[in-house]
């Protein structure tokens, strides 16, 4: 039996970070991330680049290399609030902007305020996004069911106490398990709590069977997941995205590189 139940090099656990604004305590952040090789992504607003207390312009490439930038609109508006004219002119501007500075596609972002509705899905959806974080914690490790309303597992006030759940996590029954932890850099100094980041980047950064990647690669995974194809005898995968999927069958490992037709063994 097949089950879609890996991450990349077949590992069941993954993990990211989502931290939105772009203040200027990203820089503190990311230093103590790269130490222990924790990656994520950084949803900025384009309007406040290089303002007082923010990150400048042309710092992006390099500050944020090996993670993800990511938009979170122009002016930071509560989009449930907002005519659809600004829904997508406040998120595509954004997107622009901070493809003009960084270099690729921006293909994902987070609620301002946390503010969303069904019209703003819509419209998100309509002009290409891929996934969009809300502020709503599940306490889950479980993919969403609608990337466009992604609920992050904890606030990281929590992430210590889910980092050691994840850990702990016994795979009886094997599944993908996704800690996804958001906040703001600069919470970390106005509670003066940057050991807690600290601890957390070393406990979950020393752990050899967990995944770290940017919401981005999360989604980009789910979706070469999805795209795979089968044979109705299933013996045969097709993978026609351009990036390996690795899966179990029958409680053995397998990997279908980009592009290939696998004939599987253990069916």
């Known amino acids: 039996m097949i089950r879609f139940d890996r991450f990349p090099q077949g590992k069941h656990k993954a993990v990211t970070l989502s ?4 203040r200027d305590f990203d820089r503190r952040m990311v230093a ?4 222990h090789g924790v990656r994520g992504t ?3 607003n384009s309007a406040r680049l290089s303002s007082p207390g923010y990150v400048e312009s042309a710092e992006l490439a390099d500050l944020f290399a090996g993670h993800e930038v990511s938009a979170h609109t122009v002016n930071h508006p509560f989009l449930s609030m907002s005519p659809p004219e600004t829904i997508a002119s406040e998120t595509l501007n954004d997107r622009r902007e901070l493809e003009n500075l960084i270099g690729y596609p921006i293909r994902g972002m987070s609620y301002p305020f946390g503010s969303w509705n069904q019209e703003v899905v819509a419209i998100l959806r309509a002009t290409g996004m891929e996934y969009a974080r809300t502020t709503q914690s599940s306490g889950l490790f479980d993919m969403p069911a609608d990337f466009l309303v992604w609920k992050p597992t904890c606030h990281h006030r929590e992430m210590l106490a889910y980092a050691q759940k994840l850990i702990d996590l016994q795979m009886r029954h094997t599944r993908m398990a996704l800690l996804y932890v958001w906040g703001h850099s ?5 509670h003066q709590n940057w050991q807690e980041l600290e601890q957390f980047c070393r406990l979950i950064g020393s752990q050899t069977d967990i995944w770290f990647a940017t919401n981005i690669e999360i989604v980009a995974y789910m ?3 999805q795209r795979l194809r089968c044979s109705v005898s299933g013996q045969l995968v097709h993978n026609p995205s351009a990036i390996p ?12 590189q980009a592009g290939e037709t696998k004939k599987l063994a253990h069916v």
Not at 32 to 35: L, T
Not at 245 to 254: D, I, K, P, R, Y
């Open 186 to 190: 600069y919470e970390f100094d106005n």
């Open 245 to 256: 999927v690795w899966f179990s069958v029958n409680g053995h490992q397998e990997v279908v």
């Open 19 to 22: 931290y939105d604004d772009g």
């Open 42 to 44: 950084f949803h900025l």
């Open 223 to 225: 979706q070469a997941v």
């Open 32 to 35: 103590i991330m790269n130490r």
